[in-house]
């Protein structure tokens, strides 16, 4: 088996580490910790970027030097990957002499091999933005720097150029000879699409004068190096000591932001081949985590802290909800109605519950300990193959960084095992004396909770070590026969391993007070109140009595299913849960504004007290709001994110 290597972006100190983050970390965690389990060698890499701009301007407000800061910050990261149980080989920071003395090496060898030369470099330099645009780019925003709407300056600045012109060719006949090396397709597609642009020379420095806090060029000492030719240098620096860790280099699977794939494709290889390398096997772009639409950054301030994620959930939850929530290479909206929802559905009752009913139930009847493997029949034959199939499905998926299939496939089991345990009956199994059978029954029940934990050791590690020592296996164990345990080991019951959650944790929901549902008066049957379109004019609206108001019941509530309806283009028909059990039926006319797909796990408000009515066949149970009148521009949603059921009032 070839050695593995996988890496994440070195993330930038300046910013405190938001889910984003957490995402591309956890994803490489899961990678390298399956790799391992198969037994393959396996080196993981993260780290930070601590040069530029950025860093230099927030020490110099704190009164300290760059480096202080960067020292300080860094340790953010590595707290949080401890939190998360991040298991890294190497923590590489780019400010380390290691480091340093490796992209020096790197920049004297392409000087000394000619792909280097100096010119004079002009365009519209942004102070805030700390970048130069074009001519086009400046028009477009108004004569303004395009990312921060400041004023720009034409600045000429004489610099070191790499000939990165001259790998276009070479560049495209790589990507078109190994199609695997950038993931997804679509993002492949995207990055030849580029490449089949002029591709020009890269600027690769930047004057002391501007800029200080930077690797110095080691042949002409007043420049310091562009920020992304230093920072993409650590997935090979970092294997510079001792040499013999060079050998993973040709296996690299280095995972990234679908926003910073250009620099991970078309500078790095070019840098690469120009410095006589390979590049990596494999680049796999991932998509972002929104909120409301927008990518979660801290510019825009709508970040998720994995921290408090973490004291809210643990940190497994959190590391389950991130690959099961979304395709990798998709994006996926945040909310905080999906987590609890995957989290009590997933974790709490799937998983959950079946390793609870595995040891809670030899404790009642067999005296707590792994029962010895008895006589098969065709039903324990059957669960023994769902093990083997979704076993195989996880192997698949995983090879191929799909790690929501690779779940959704081993889910097969724990539904499978469940099922097991209804269709069994072990409690008449008991009832009736039938010891041995029991026995076997438990025996089966234990193995399919062996397997599924250790083949979910690489996503809820805590959790699985957990679980897997209440069975007395020290160790993961990824052989799917139901024969693995040791008969007659001791077998401990203890507190459920996901507790249910009734609600959204406090700690993460706004601090305004929330009325259950459970606790509203019953409602009472009233007409339909209508609310005036917002694009009539506004007045003279007819007023009524607050008892009037009073009547309406309005509840919030989750979207959990979104269809078109069958028989009119117009509606959709959800399934929302509004906090009583079992959700509503609602059908809405929104099927011109809205795809099905994107309203599941949203927020809306409901009209909860509406007598039902059937449209087009269907019974609707309720309304949901929306603004805009005759010609629906949105459906409402709660500012802030509150549980299923809350009073809207
Ligand atoms: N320092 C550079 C990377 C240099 S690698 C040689 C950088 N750092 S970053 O901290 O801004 O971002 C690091 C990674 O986090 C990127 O892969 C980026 O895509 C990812 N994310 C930041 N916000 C994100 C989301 N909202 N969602 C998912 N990932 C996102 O870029």
């Given at each position: 088996?070839?050695?593995?290597?996988?890496?994440?972006?070195?993330?930038?100190?300046?910013?405190?580490?938001?889910?984003?983050?957490?995402?591309?970390?956890?994803?490489?965690?899961?990678?390298?910790?399956?790799?391992r389990?198969?037994?393959?060698?396996?080196?993981?890499?993260?780290?930070?970027?601590?040069?530029?701009?950025?860093?230099?301007?927030?020490?110099?407000?704190?009164?300290?030097?760059?480096?202080?800061?960067?020292?300080?910050?860094?340790?953010?990261f590595?707290?949080?990957?401890?939190?998360?149980?991040i298991?890294?080989?190497?923590?590489?920071r780019?400010?380390?002499?290691?480091?340093?003395?490796?992209?020096q090496?790197?920049?004297?060898?392409?000087?000394?091999?000619?792909?280097?030369?100096?010119?004079?470099?002009?365009?519209?330099y942004?102070?805030?933005?700390?970048r130069?645009?074009?001519?086009?780019?400046?028009?477009?925003?108004?004569?303004?720097?395009?990312?921060?709407?400041?004023?720009?300056?034409?600045?000429?600045?004489?610099?070191?150029?790499?000939?990165?012109?001259?790998?276009?060719?070479?560049?495209?006949?790589?990507?078109?000879?190994?199609?695997?090396c950038?993931?997804?397709?679509?993002?492949?597609?995207?990055?030849?699409?580029?490449?089949?642009?002029?591709?020009?020379?890269?600027?690769?420095?930047?004057?002391?004068?501007?800029?200080?806090?930077?690797?110095?060029?080691?042949?002409?000492?007043?420049?310091?190096?562009?920020?992304?030719?230093?920072?993409?240098?650590?997935?090979?620096?970092?294997?510079?000591?001792?040499?013999?860790?060079?050998v993973?280099?040709?296996e690299?699977?280095?995972?990234?932001?679908?926003d910073?794939?250009?620099?991970?494709?078309?500078?790095?290889?070019?840098?690469?081949?120009?410095?006589?390398?390979?590049?990596?096997?494999?680049?796999?772009?991932?998509?972002?985590?929104?909120?409301?639409?927008?990518?979660?950054?801290?510019?825009?301030?709508?970040?998720?802290?994995?921290?408090?994620?973490?004291?809210?959930?643990?940190?497994?939850?959190?590391?389950?909800?991130?690959?099961?929530?979304?395709?990798?290479g998709?994006?996926?909206?945040?909310?905080?109605?999906?987590?609890?929802?995957?989290?009590?559905?997933?974790?709490?009752?799937?998983?959950?519950?079946?390793?609870?009913?595995?040891?809670?139930?030899?404790?009642?009847?067999?005296?707590?300990?792994?029962?010895?493997?008895?006589?098969?029949?065709?039903?324990?034959?059957?669960?023994?193959?769902?093990?083997?199939?979704?076993?195989?499905?996880?192997?698949?998926n995983?090879?191929?960084?799909?790690?929501?299939?690779?779940?959704?496939?081993?889910?097969?089991?724990?539904?499978?095992?469940?099922?097991?345990?209804?269709?069994?009956?072990?409690?008449?199994?008991?009832?009736?004396?039938?010891?041995?059978?029991?026995?076997?029954?438990?025996?089966?029940?234990?193995?399919?909770?062996?397997?599924?934990?250790s083949?979910?050791?690489?996503?809820?590690?805590?959790?699985?070590?957990?679980?897997?020592?209440?069975?007395?296996?020290?160790?993961?164990?990824l052989?799917?026969?139901?024969?693995?345990?040791?008969?007659?080991?001791p077998?401990?019951?203890?507190?459920?391993?996901?507790?249910?959650?009734?609600?959204?944790?406090?700690?993460?929901?706004?601090?305004?007070?929330?009325?259950?549902?459970?606790?509203?008066?019953?409602?009472?049957?009233?007409?339909?109140?209508?609310?005036?379109?917002?694009?009539?004019?506004?007045a003279?609206?007819?007023?009524?009595?607050?008892?009037?108001?009073?009547?309406?019941?309005?509840?919030?509530?989750?979207?959990l299913?979104?269809?078109?309806?069958?028989?009119?283009?117009?509606?959709?028909?959800?399934?929302?849960?509004?906090?009583?059990?079992?959700?509503?039926?609602?059908?809405?006319?929104?099927?011109?504004?809205?795809?099905?797909?994107?309203?599941?796990?949203?927020?809306?408000?409901?009209?909860?007290?509406?007598?039902?009515?059937?449209?087009?066949?269907?019974?609707?149970?309720?309304?949901l709001?929306?603004?805009?009148?005759?010609?629906?521009?949105?459906?409402?949603?709660?500012?802030?994110?509150?549980?299923?059921?809350?009073v809207?009032?």
């Open positions: 088996m070839p050695p593995f290597y996988v890496t994440t972006p070195i993330y930038y100190v300046n910013d405190a580490p938001h889910i984003g983050h957490a995402y591309t970390t956890v994803a490489a965690d899961a990678l390298a910790r399956w790799h389990l198969n037994g393959r060698e396996t080196f993981f890499l993260t780290g930070t970027d601590e040069h530029g701009q950025k860093v230099q301007r927030a020490a110099d407000k704190l009164g300290r030097t760059p480096q202080a800061h960067a020292d300080e910050m860094h340790l953010r590595k707290a949080l990957w401890a939190r998360l149980d298991q890294y080989d190497d923590f590489i780019t400010t380390e002499p290691r480091h340093v003395a490796f992209v090496d790197l920049l004297q060898k392409l000087h000394d091999r000619g792909e280097l030369y100096q010119a004079p470099y002009s365009g519209w942004s102070t805030s933005a700390e130069f645009w074009t001519d086009e780019e400046v028009a477009a925003a108004g004569g303004l720097c395009p990312d921060t709407g400041s004023p720009v300056e034409w600045l000429t600045e004489h610099n070191w150029f790499f000939r990165m012109s001259a790998y276009q060719e070479r560049l495209m006949a790589h990507i078109a000879a190994n199609p695997s950038i993931q997804p397709d679509t993002r492949r597609n995207e990055v030849l699409g580029y490449l089949r642009k002029p591709l020009a020379d890269l600027c690769i420095s930047r004057p002391k004068t501007r800029l200080a806090w930077g690797i110095p060029l080691p042949f002409s000492p007043d420049y310091v190096t562009y920020v992304w030719f230093d920072a993409l240098s650590n997935y090979v620096s970092a294997l510079q000591d001792p040499p013999a860790r060079m993973f280099w040709p690299a699977l280095q995972l990234v932001g679908k910073i794939l250009t620099f991970h494709t078309v500078y790095w290889f070019s840098m690469l081949m120009a410095a006589g390398m390979s590049p990596p096997k494999q680049v796999y772009a991932h998509g972002w985590w929104l909120m409301t639409g927008k990518k979660m950054s801290k510019s825009i301030g709508n970040v998720i802290k994995p921290d408090a994620m973490i004291d809210a959930y643990g940190a497994d939850a959190l590391r389950y909800f991130l690959l099961a929530a979304v395709p990798f998709g994006d996926g909206e945040f909310t905080h109605e999906a987590f609890l929802h995957r989290y009590n559905s997933d974790l709490a009752n799937d998983i959950g519950n079946l390793s609870h009913r595995a040891t809670s139930m030899p404790e009642k009847w067999l005296g707590s300990v792994v029962p010895a493997v008895g006589v098969q029949t065709e039903e324990d034959r059957e669960l023994q193959a769902v093990a083997v199939r979704a076993t195989s499905a996880f192997t698949a995983m090879e191929i960084v799909q790690f929501k299939a690779a779940l959704e496939g081993l889910w097969e089991l724990v539904r499978a095992g469940n099922k097991y345990i209804d269709s069994q009956a072990p409690w008449a199994l008991n009832k009736r004396g039938e010891t041995e059978r029991l026995g076997t029954v438990l025996r089966n029940v234990m193995e399919v909770v062996r397997v599924a934990y083949y979910l050791a690489c996503v809820t590690p805590g959790k699985s070590r957990e679980v897997l020592s209440r069975l007395g296996a020290t160790e993961p164990d052989d799917p026969t139901f024969d693995r345990l040791v008969t007659g080991h077998v401990s019951h203890r507190d459920p391993i996901f507790l249910r959650l009734d609600a959204i944790p406090e700690s993460l929901v706004s601090t305004d007070p929330v009325v259950p549902a459970a606790a509203a008066a019953p409602p009472p049957a009233a007409p339909p109140v209508a609310a005036p379109p917002a694009d009539e004019p506004a003279p609206v007819a007023q009524i009595e607050y008892d009037d108001f009073a009547k309406l019941q309005l509840r919030t509530g989750l979207v299913t979104a269809d078109k309806h069958p028989k009119a283009d117009r509606l959709l028909v959800l399934s929302v849960d509004i906090g009583e059990g079992k959700p509503r039926t609602i059908v809405a006319g929104i099927a011109a504004v809205y795809d099905p797909a994107e309203l599941v796990g949203k927020t809306v408000i409901v009209v909860a007290n509406l007598k039902p009515a059937k449209l087009r066949g269907i019974e609707s149970q309720g309304m709001l929306a603004a805009g009148g005759s010609d629906i521009a949105s459906i409402l949603t709660p500012y802030r994110p509150v549980p299923p059921g809350s809207v009032k």
